[in-house]
């Protein structure tokens, strides 16, 4: 069923049928009323899986109140955005273009996006640390914080973007080969050797994929908003139909917002084996049931309140997105020099 959480309306069932009533979604199935809507109080639409289905009415309600529909795969990845004609700063993206052709700029937004990856990533593993009760987890967990507080000191020696991502992966493999051991519950059922993508071949590595693709929409809407083009970006290389800046802005949000809470649904054991598909060759899939457990969990973690460092007052994570975004905006329109990641404290 569809499920209103932040604004965020998420179409997971299969023949659901939404059609536009005045100012508002009307969301059937099997021509029977499941839910009504006001446009008013949607920030996007995420359309997950197939035979859902949108009304010419339906999404040009959406488009004239500027509210993105997007298409997501079953797995979260995205497959096509609409949106209305950008209302936006043709300077900021100007700037923006520039900045990504620019070796000397490009290199500093790289190294503060992989400085606050890093810094969170480290805080998330002294925090699980500190939660084990195995010492000899404790003193790999140890050794792993140590091998990433080694990495940050040498962001300011990297003399270009690929010296950046090089010190990014070192730290990014540090950090994987101890996640397991945060694994405190289903340790068998979860067990976690490497991050594979791709297809993900176990069930920690699919959790992680699909709330990553969620963090992914989140931070092409901010970006969007802010002026920004999410596929113009720094630290992540340009591909086709890849939105590299929102990858890039992703970064600083994986290890405590995403991470942490993969860790917390299978120790708590809200998430289960029974949740997962296992396909043939090997990959893993949530099913749809495994897919409602996630996006609930996941949007009632951005309704929680963090105290940003930088602004020195409380924000909600789900606006978190946006603050970062307009930061990054600053940057580049030479407002700030410095672009600051959000180290929660």
């Not at 096509?80 to 000397?104: H, I, K, Y």
């Not at 998330?124 to 990495?151: F, H, Y």
């Not at 297809?199 to 931070?219: G, M, T």
Request: aromatic share 6%; proline share 6%.
């Amino acid at each position: 069923m569809p499920e209103i959480i932040q604004n965020v309306l998420y179409l997971t069932s299969p023949g659901l049928y939404i059609q536009r009533d005045h100012l508002t979604l009307r969301i059937e199935r099997d021509r029977s009323l499941v839910l009504s809507l006001p446009i008013h109080h949607v920030e996007s639409v995420c359309v997950m899986g197939d035979e859902i289905l949108l009304s010419h009415g339906a999404m040009q309600l959406s488009l004239e109140h500027a509210v993105p529909i997007n298409y997501l795969d079953e797995n979260g990845r995205l497959r096509a955005r609409v949106t209305g004609v950008p209302d936006t700063s043709v300077t900021l993206r100007r700037a923006q273009f520039r900045a990504s052709e620019n070796p000397d700029l490009q290199t500093r937004i790289c190294r503060c996006i992989v400085a606050g990856k890093l810094q969170n990533a480290r805080n998330s593993l002294l925090r699980g640390g500190r939660e084990s009760p195995d010492p000899a987890a404790v003193d790999s967990i140890s050794a792993a914080c140590d091998a990433i507080a080694r990495l940050i000191p040498l962001l300011p020696r990297a003399a270009n973007p690929d010296a950046v991502r090089g010190l990014e992966g070192a730290g990014a493999q540090a950090y994987f080969s101890v996640f397991g051991l945060l694994l405190k519950q289903q340790q068998e059922e979860f067990a976690f050797r490497t991050r594979t993508r791709q297809p993900p071949l176990d069930r920690v590595n699919c959790l992680l994929s699909f709330l990553y693709a969620l963090v992914r929409h989140d931070c092409i809407s901010a970006l969007t908003v802010a002026g920004l083009d999410p596929f113009v970006g720094f630290l992540h290389a340009e591909r086709a139909n890849r939105p590299s800046l929102a990858l890039d802005l992703m970064e600083e949000f994986r290890p405590w917002l995403t991470d942490r809470l993969a860790v917390t649904l299978i120790n708590r054991q809200q998430i289960q084996p029974q949740h997962f598909a296992i396909r043939e060759g090997g990959s893993v899939e949530l099913t749809a049931d495994g897919r409602k457990v996630l996006i609930k969990a996941y949007q009632e973690r951005k309704r929680e309140s963090l105290t940003h460092p930088m602004l020195d007052q409380q924000v909600v994570i789900a606006r978190s997105f946006f603050v970062q975004a307009r930061l990054l905006a600053r940057v580049l329109r030479e407002d700030v020099a410095e672009y600051t990641p959000l180290i929660p404290k």
